[in-house]
């Protein structure tokens, strides 16, 4: 079939597709979806079966950054390697409009090389155990994502090509047989609860097995002779006494039980019909070749030295039989009784002088559990962080970053519950401002990547309508603690505290403006008629933005981009001209009026304004004074969110505690300063017409 003609094409996304089978086999002429599983397309150099591919989407639906799966394409060759991996699809914003998607496919390179069975980790360094790839700065949550996806379907794939052991293979310890307990049970009781498991084949089964084969016809049954059959099957395990004390009786379970070594168990098989499981080998005192047993994908035979004639039974009601056989276990089989195991029965049908076809029929046991115990399995650190979902990873190796930014917020809630104390002492309370925008700007901006968006809004907005998980909302862990302390902080203390203290660019533009300021470098004010109705302009931004997003969410992420965070904060400047130069150019007009994006243009501050109304405290204090007649603490507002009247609106307030230092302070604030003046004089202010009265607003 040629390649452009193929089925699968369809599904794949323009070229993408065949770029990455071509990359990985340029020789590829063809490719067929797979007998049994269409998702799989089989690549062929001709006649010569080169390798495999599929996308991830057929297998997995891992939610990436964005709440949207991604797809990648993934070519595997005939050994089970990753020959190339390739992201063909994605709604993560920040490679929609941020980095390169070169970055991403230069990440998913690493891939090629790779082993299907491997365990693979973004960041830290490679060990026996694992393999370690170089993750993608500003791209954390989303490259382990493609980790996960590429990965997890490797290994499912590869399980199912049969080209890598899956992981159900692993062992976990070996049970331990209850040797107590005795009690008598009928034939009829022990396969009644499985303690004895039957397999029964009948000539017809059998006969049609061969179907298809060289032996299709080969001793075949009468017609009326089919549903007779060929072998009556029975096997059980004999070193719990329920079981083999019941079928041996005392005398030969204990004899039996002497003879096996350390390590060693036993198995009993028995069978009615014209096919006998002890085969010629038997007779030829060598291998019995018509039984093995499989368990944990490997398979062993038993030889003369294994077997025990079993003659006389003593369980009630067993019927009897034209053969039986204990066969014993030998140590080096590491056989696990507990395990499910499979007797393999082999019926060989002779095709010429030298030549036979065989069919294998399993018969499956599972010793009940009521005969065995097993230890809880001891799991390495490595192998307990496999087995968890991938939000769990992430917040496992982003532990410490967790921790520091849980602090971060415990302090600021002590900065919160004691601001009439902290504010009293005015130095210590900026040079604690100032520390806590640098932990802000350093930590949870550029080294935890912690800066909230209005993406986030939109993606949470549009998550309740399309489906909410909360596995979407966990995978990146800085940005659900921070969402989580503003959900809180928002409901008590309104928009402000957030802006002012939490938000890293916030923090960049406050710490640039203070610097600017210590440099006298001359602060402009925008007038107050003016100002007022620059408010306007974010919640405009943000409408349009809300708007957007019901028609297509992508878009409004890219429209998004009037927010410089990504550029300023999750890139480090790491990105094209126009982006640096626009977030830049911000920075710039805040060095003469303080924080104007935060204050005119931003869309997250808006959201987070309009819930502001519902806030539970007011502790910035005002006095009856405040706005008529004095207005330092409104001119001495960087952000001007104090009214002409003295009140302070919470919506555009930035919790600086400025009017607060101002507010206790008797040097400062007029009316303390009349009141200090005249308890000092003996005087109060209404008996001095150049001071203003104190009155105290509870």
Not at 16 to 29: D, K, W, Y
Not at 394 to 421: A, H, K, S
Not at 646 to 669: P, V
Request: net charge negative.
């Amino acid at each position: 079939m040629p390649v452009a003609q193929a089925e699968p094409l369809s599904q794949y996304e323009p070229i993408s597709g065949r770029q990455v089978i071509q990359s990985a086999f340029p020789e590829v002429t063809r490719f067929e979806p797979r007998e049994g599983n269409r998702a799989i397309q089989e690549l062929y150099a001709d006649d010569e079966l080169k390798g495999y591919a599929y996308q991830s989407l057929d297998f997995v639906q891992t939610p990436a950054y964005s709440g949207k799966p991604l797809n990648a394409m993934v070519v595997l060759d005939t050994e089970g390697t990753i020959r190339f991996a390739k992201v063909i699809h994605h709604d993560e914003p920040i490679l929609l409009v941020g980095i390169p998607e070169s970055k991403m496919h230069a990440f998913t390179d690493q891939y090629t090389g790779l082993k299907a069975d491997q365990r693979v980790t973004v960041g830290g360094t490679s060990t026996e155990r694992k393999i370690a790839v170089d993750g993608l700065s500003g791209a954390t949550v989303t490259v382990m994502v493609i980790n996960e996806v590429i990965m997890r379907t490797a290994h499912r794939v590869g399980v199912e090509l049969g080209l890598v052991e899956g992981s159900g293979t692993k062992r976990p310890p070996t049970a331990e047989v209850i040797k107590d307990g005795f009690v008598p049970r009928t034939w009829e009781e022990l396969t009644g609860d499985g303690s004895i498991r039957r397999m029964l084949l009948s000539k017809g089964q059998v006969d049609d097995s061969f179907k298809g084969t060289e032996a299709e016809g080969v001793e075949i049954a009468a017609p009326g002779e089919r549903d007779e059959p060929l072998i009556d099957l029975y096997a059980t395990y004999l070193d719990t006494p329920v079981i083999g004390r019941n079928l041996l009786g005392e005398k030969q379970y204990d004899w039996l039980m002497s003879e096996l070594k350390e390590g060693e168990q036993a198995i009993a098989v028995m069978a009615n019909g014209e096919y006998s499981f002890k085969g010629s080998g038997y007779v030829r005192g060598g291998i019995f070749d018509r039984v093995q047993i499989r368990q944990y994908g490997d398979t062993f035979n038993f030889r003369d030295l294994d077997f025990f004639r079993l003659s006389d039974v003593y369980a009630a009601g067993m019927p009897s039989f034209k053969e039986m056989a204990i066969f014993i276990i030998r140590q080096q089989h590491n056989f696990d009784p507990g395990a499910p195991w499979t007797l393999e029965l082999t019926v060989k049908r002779q095709t010429g002088p030298l030549d036979s076809e065989f069919q294998v029929f399993p018969l499956e046991f599972q010793l009940p559990d009521q005969y065995y115990t097993r230890a809880e399995p001891v799991l390495t650190e490595e192998e307990w962080l496999e087995s968890q979902p991938l939000w769990v990873q992430v917040w496992y190796q982003r532990q410490f970053q967790v921790i520091v930014l849980g602090i971060g917020i415990g302090v600021l809630l002590l900065i919160l519950f004691f601001q009439d104390w902290l504010v009293k002492k005015p130095k210590i309370t900026r040079w604690i401002r100032h520390a806590f925008l640098t932990y802000t700007l350093f930590f949870i901006g550029w080294y935890a990547l912690g800066q909230l968006s209005i993406v986030n809004v939109l993606a949470f907005v549009h998550s309740l309508v399309s489906g909410f998980t909360w596995e979407t909302f966990l995978i990146d862990p800085i940005i659900f603690v921070l969402w989580a302390a503003v959900a809180g902080i928002v409901l008590l203390w309104g928009r402000a505290v957030y802006c002012g203290w939490l938000c890293p660019f916030g923090a960049l533009q406050e710490l640039i403006n203070e610097i600017a300021r210590f440099l006298k470098i001359p602060q402009y004010t925008v007038p107050w008629p003016i100002h007022e109705r620059l408010w306007a302009l974010k919640y405009i931004i943000l409408l349009v933005l809300f708007g957007v997003s019901l028609d297509s969410l992508a878009t409004a992420e890219k429209m998004a981009e009037i927010e410089p965070f990504k550029t300023a904060i999750t890139l480090h400047f790491d990105r094209s001209w126009p982006f640096v130069t626009y977030a830049l150019l911000l920075l710039v007009v805040n060095i003469f009026t303080r924080k104007v994006f935060c204050r005119y243009m931003c869309p997250l501050g808006a959201a987070l304004a309009l819930p502001t109304k519902l806030r539970v405290f007011d502790w910035l204090k005002r006095r009856k004074e405040c706005g008529n007649p004095c207005q330092l603490c409104a001119k001495e507002c960087e952000v001007q969110a104090i009214h002409p009247d003295g009140t302070i609106n919470y919506q555009e307030c930035h919790y600086c505690l400025d009017c607060q230092m101002t507010y206790f302070d008797d040097h400062k604030c007029p009316p303390l300063i009349v009141k200090r003046r005249g308890k000092r004089r003996g005087h109060n202010a209404p008996g001095h017409p150049e001071g203003i009265p104190v009155v105290q607003v509870t």
